[in-house]
């Protein structure tokens, strides 16, 4: 009880991550300690403690199977290289990340946004026109045609990409 102080109570988490190395001796011989005088504490740990021993135990009694020599060119020969090699068009059919979809964020994507971005250039446009013209209904016009002007784009040049990649 007196050493509590200097040795850190060990909790069940850290306890179990260091079990292994704990049977296979490899902790530092302080941790490995604050190990020991929570296992006898701790009846869940050291239930937990039993069973990892009688599994490498049963392990280590396990006799040894040699691997077949031609292991490895088994393995090789399995994998399947002919199928890979029949996708390489469609690997290829891949456009510039700036022209997948998921580059553009999906807020500025989404229909509210584009629709609503036509909504404000629209009634901006009409206001110049009604209203009176103001210097900043012009730029009104033109942020709110910035959603669907960059997504219309986009797919225009994805259009283009892939067209050319058919084609040679
Ligand atoms: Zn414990």
């Avoid at 009694?61 to 292991?71: I, K, T």
């Avoid at 456009?95 to 971005?117: M, Y």
């Amino acid at each position: 009880m007196g050493r509590k102080e200097d040795n850190q109570p060990l909790e069940c988490g850290a306890c179990r991550d260091s079990l292994q190395e704990y049977l296979d001796g490899t902790l530092e011989k302080s941790i490995s300690l604050q190990l020991f005088l929570h296992l006898r504490d701790c009846e869940e740990c050291q239930t937990e403690h039993d069973e990892l021993q009688s599994m490498f135990q049963l392990m280590d009694s396990l006799p040894e199977v040699p691997l077949p020599a031609d292991f490895d060119a088994k393995i090789l020969a399995s994998v399947n290289y002919e199928g890979y090699r029949a996708m390489e068009s469609i690997r290829r059919e891949r456009v510039p990340v700036f022209l997948e979809e998921a580059f553009l964020p999906a807020l500025l994507r989404s229909r509210i946004t584009r629709w609503g971005g036509l909504g404000v250039s629209a009634l901006a446009l009409v206001s110049q026109f009604t209203i009176g013209g103001s210097p900043y209904l012009p730029v009104v016009v033109a942020v709110g045609l910035v959603p669907e002007f960059l997504v219309r784009m986009q797919g225009l040049g994805r259009r283009f990409v892939l067209a050319g990649q058919t084609g040679s």
